[in-house]
């Protein structure tokens, strides 16, 4: 059956006139233009997969990727690493008592004895780590104000929205406001050697250079600029709720202290996990002698920080780091088996085209 539609119909659609053929305004077509590239006959290469090509490039990501892993693990045992739990939930624990009588108004001190069975001969990094503590929270990650903390002057009287429900307290506005500085770690360590006759030498441990660069130059800025009397430049402000001191008194060290101390500059960078370490001091190398001899130490501290409520754990550690940073051995672990599938891969189909690959040449096509 006939459909009734003629070309002159098709001429008339073209010409788009409202009311029949040929009247009104001429309507642009939808066909694309006759370009190669709207036409999409622009030369291209298309990869033809083959034992030829597929083969060669098994076994080329099999012999890089192995040996590059194999170094990677090997650099990442080499780095030494030592951790002390001090978190004092077992009753045999030195930190028991404090962990149990915990108060914001008091402190409580405790000392934990450890051995090194070897030498620390590089620089040694002293890490403080929290277990089941969640700063990827969204709410938690967006309590702070980054303008306060740039130093706006503003921002400092009225803090932002978000720092809320630790935006004010009575009355009066929080300097630095917000969920993550209120609860920054604040637990005090110190590192002693014990020496042959018994004696205690204390470990000089370097509280600066453990920020970003640009963190502590760029993002943090007091109040004033390089007004050296923070006192008055954090006027009419009050400290964090679990603060024990504002925060013009972090550090007698005017190039640490406010904003720009570097304590707080770390802790206000957020953990991606539950699990993290956080940079705490550096111990140099002085000259030719060994950073952490191999013998016995006494680690003194200042129990300020809970974590019973949310059933977490701290510790300490000490590590020297690498070319490729901190002890990590997933990185080799991962090249080793990538490597090592695809060059198990390679042999297989290296053997499955050896044994199959010429039938199919050989094989008559009938007529």
């Known amino acids: 059956m006939a459909s009734g539609y003629s070309g002159k119909e098709e001429d008339g659609l073209r010409s788009g006139a409202p009311g029949g ?30 034992a030829g090509t597929v083969l060669p490039a098994f076994f080329a990501i099999g012999c890089l990727f192995i040996p590059i892993g194999i170094g990677l693990y090997v650099t990442s045992n080499n780095i030494k690493e030592f951790e002390i739990d001090y978190t004092g939930d077992d009753v045999l624990s030195p930190c028991f008592n404090c962990s149990q009588s915990y108060s914001w108004n008091s402190t409580c001190t405790c000392a934990v004895s450890f051995s090194l069975d070897q030498s620390f001969e590089s620089e040694v990094y002293m890490y403080y780590g929290l277990s089941n503590f969640y700063q990827n929270h969204r709410r938690y990650v967006k309590s702070r104000d980054d303008r306060q903390l740039n130093g706006d002057i503003s921002s400092l009287r009225n803090p932002s929205k978000e720092c809320e429900p630790y935006q004010r307290n009575e009355n009066m506005p929080i300097a630095p406001c917000g969920a993550i500085a209120n609860s920054m770690f604040n637990d005090t360590l110190e590192l002693y050697y014990v020496l042959s006759n018994g004696s205690l030498a204390a470990i000089s441990l370097t509280k600066t250079g453990i920020a970003w660069w640009t963190d502590k130059h760029v993002k943090f800025r007091n109040p004033g600029g390089n007004n050296s009397n923070l006192q008055a430049a954090f006027r009419d402000t009050t400290k964090p709720v679990n603060w024990r001191k504002p925060v013009y008194e972090l550090d007698t060290d005017p190039d640490n202290n406010g904003f720009i101390n570097e304590d707080f500059i770390v802790w206000m960078r957020t953990a991606a996990l539950p699990t993290f370490r956080k940079l705490y001091r550096i111990i140099h190398k002085n000259g030719v002698t060994t950073t952490l001899p191999q013998g016995n130490y006494i680690l003194n501290i200042t129990y300020n920080y809970p974590v019973r409520s949310f059933e977490g754990r701290k510790r300490v550690i000490l590590s020297t780091i690498s070319w490729m940073g901190g002890k990590n051995p997933f990185l080799g672990i991962a090249y080793i088996t990538v490597g090592t599938v695809c060059f198990f891969l390679g042999v297989v189909l290296l053997i499955i085209n050896h044994k199959f690959g010429n039938r199919s040449n050989s094989a008559d096509i009938p007529s």
């Open 21 to 50: 053929p040929g009247g009104g305004e001429e309507v642009r077509s939808r066909k694309p233009d006759n370009t190669a590239f709207k036409q999409q006959r622009l030369p291209a290469w298309q990869p033809v997969l083959t």
